[in-house]
T-cell receptor, first 117, second 109 residues
Framework: GAVVSQHPSWVICKSGTSVKIECRSL??????MFWYRQFPKQSLMLMAT?????????EQGVEKDKFLINHASLTLSTLTVTSAHPEDSSFYIC?????????????FGPGTRLTVL | SQKIEQNSEALNIQEGKTATLTCNYT??????LQWYRQDPGRGPVFLLL?????KEKRKERLKVTFDTTLKQSLFHITASQPADSATYLC????????FGKGTMLLVSP
């Protein structure tokens, strides 16, 4: 159990376009979902935390107008990279947590490789 | 600021030996420390969690120690196998995680 999927697994887009990445918890309801970004040979950096039905909380330095997060249901969160530029090329990973009050570990998705030309 | 250090150089060991990976941290007093495995182009997979009041935790061939005085965790894989080859990430926290860069482990037959 505790499977998290992401779609697409990779995407290539032109500079200036927007890209939407989906994160789904397949066999549990996720009250909280997290979005991370990982550059080559770097650590995962938390971008934002989203709770179902409320606005996402963004980490310092992450532009909320550029990285739009929607957590419309207990099994789906989306990250939209708006007006993507080559420097946004990265590996985007989501994670989902069951329960509330931080009583469960995070389950990570397989990641989405974004390449902006 | 919080800092997590993991050896950036890959650890090469022979099959059957014990691999030991290190995680050091500064400017932080985590109540929890976690270890994850990450394969190339994949998301992290949770391995073990250890609490600040626990000195050691085991799961099959894995063992984690947590020394809050030294601000260090050691991650051991006994009887290592080529399939254990991956990058291992240390993460501090429970609700919100702060990750280290990871150490690549290469187990040769």
């Amino acid at each position: 159990g505790a499977v998290v999927s992401q779609h697409p697994s990779w995407v290539i887009c032109k500079s200036g376009t927007s890209v939407k990445i989906e994160c789904r918890s397949l066999d549990f309801q996720a009250t909280t979902m997290f979005w991370y970004r990982q550059f080559p040979k770097q650590s995962l950096m938390l971008m934002a935390t989203s709770n179902e039905g409320s606005k996402a909380t963004y980490e310092q330095g992450v532009e909320k107008d550029k990285f739009l997060i929607n957590h419309a249901s207990l099994t789906l969160s989306t990250l939209t990279v708006t007006s993507a530029h080559p420097e946004d090329s990265s590996f985007y990973i989501c994670s989902a947590r069951r329960g509330s009050g931080g009583r469960d570990t995070q389950y990570f998705g397989p990641g989405t490789r974004l390449t902006v030309l | 600021s919080q800092k997590i250090e993991q050896n950036s150089e890959a650890l090469n060991i022979q099959e059957g030996k014990t691999a030991t990976l290190t995680c050091n941290y500064t400017n932080y007093s985590p109540a929890y420390l976690q270890w994850y495995r990450q394969d190339p182009g994949r998301g992290p997979v949770f391995l073990l969690l250890i609490r600040e009041n626990e000195k050691e935790k085991r799961k099959e061939r894995l063992k984690v120690t947590f020394d809050t005085t030294l601000k260090q965790s050691l991650f051991h894989i006994t009887a290592s196998q080529p399939a254990d080859s991956a990058t291992y990430l240390c993460a501090l926290g429970y609700s919100t995680l702060t990750f280290g860069k990871g150490t690549m482990l290469l187990v040769s037959p």
